[in-house]
């Protein structure tokens, strides 16, 4: 492998645009704070979705022992911080997008007017359809991942954080900062019960990206000839040549 350096020759910068078809070496994508705030959503969106089932639907009561209060008090309390700590960092990545390298601003736009970009989108798609005989190298995220990123990852985690705080805030009460601040989300909506609804809906669609999101990132790891997995651990991604 080539010595690690920030650019490489055929290489495209953070649009993505550009493919990258031969040769080695190692980038510097993603910095501390982007794979920092990577794995805490991981464990967020995961507890979320576990506690929130639960919630949904409750473990089955035994003689209405008080252990059972307890427990469901515990589900709760975890879900309740894995919200904030999904929404609390969603502003700290919109934030880290604005002072970050130019990789950390990648999933916040989508240039879908360039005419490159589309190209290399229509790639990604015959790639990952199994059409396109070899894969097209990105430095950062490819165009169909960054169109991904932006409508199913960023505007469902933002709809599920503002409806999340709405129905928080309905126990701590009208007087409470949540409620004064989300509690427009039930006169746009209509009512609690449709906003409870498509609360639950928005998770579903986020576990859809999730699952959809493994399988690219395991599945380029292996044939995309240029490192997923690892990059989100080190911060590197690795071009393998072409010719191996």
């Known amino acids: 492998m080539a010595n690690p350096s920030t650019t490489l020759p055929g290489v495209p910068d953070a649009t993505g645009t550009e493919p990258h078809r031969e040769g080695g070496g190692s980038v510097y994508v993603y910095q501390i704070p982007i794979r920092l705030w990577h794995w805490a959503t991981v464990a967020a969106i995961s507890t979320l979705a576990l506690t929130g089932y639960f919630i949904g639907s409750p473990l089955p009561s035994v003689g209405g022992e008080a252990s059972d209060s307890f427990l469901f008090g515990y589900i709760r309390s975890a879900h309740f911080i894995a919200g904030y700590v999904l929404a609390i960092g969603l502003v700290a990545r919109t934030w880290w ?6 990789h950390a601003r990648q999933i916040y736009t989508v240039p879908v007017r360039d ?13 990952y359809s199994f059409l396109a005989s070899e894969p097209r190298k990105h430095v950062g995220h490819n165009p169909l991942a960054r169109l991904t990123m932006f409508f199913l990852f960023l505007q469902t985690a933002l709809f599920l ?11 701590e009460g009208i007087e409470s900062w949540q409620y004064k601040a989300f509690g427009w989300v039930f006169s746009l909506f209509g009512s609690s019960q449709r906003v409870h609804t498509l609360h639950h809906v928005g998770m579903w669609v986020m576990l859809l990206f999730v699952m959809t ?8 790891d292996i044939m995309g000839r240029a490192s997923i997995l690892s990059t989100m651990i080190s911060g590197w991604r690795n071009f393998r040549d072409t010719r191996e």
């Not at 190209?119 to 990604?124: C, F, T, V």
């Not at 999340?164 to 126990?171: F, I, K, N, P, V």
């Open 213 to 220: 999101h493994v399988y690219a990132a395991i599945r380029e």
């Open 97 to 102: 997008a604005l002072v970050g390298n130019v």
């Open 161 to 171: 954080s503002v409806t999340g705080l709405a129905l928080y805030s309905e126990g």
């Open 115 to 127: 005419p490159k970009f589309l190209d290399e989108l229509w790639w990604q798609v015959r790639w």
